[in-house]
């Protein structure tokens, strides 16, 4: 699974799951033991996350949703991924 972005201890990370259990297209984060699934319009689909990287986390995926959805078509037409910037 592709990494997307680092920023303050958080791995945001994508793989396009044609047929998979979300369908939606959608984010991974983890912060040390903490997984969340979030979809590129905001919506937690699985996981917790502590309530500081979760805000953190919702203005990366606010600033960068256009580039996300963008991601998400790449990786489900098999052309592969780009980065897109940290939080800072």
């Given amino acids: ?3 997307l ?3 303050y201890g958080i791995i945001v990370r994508m793989q396009s799951e044609k047929g998979g259990k979300h369908h939606k297209p959608h984010i ?3 912060y040390g033991d903490y997984e969340l699934v979030v979809a590129t319009d ?3 689909l699985e996981g917790e996350f502590p309530a ?4 953190l986390l919702d203005a990366w995926i606010q600033i960068h949703e ?3 959805n ?3 078509k790449l990786l489900a037409e098999g052309e592969g991924y780009f980065k897109i910037a940290p939080l800072s």
């Fill in 66 to 68: 256009d580039e996300l």
């Fill in 70 to 72: 963008a991601n998400w």
């Fill in 1 to 3: 699974m592709p990494a």
């Fill in 5 to 7: 972005s680092m920023f």
């Fill in 28 to 30: 991974h984060a983890i």
């Fill in 42 to 44: 905001g919506e937690v």
């Fill in 52 to 55: 500081k990287q979760k805000k």
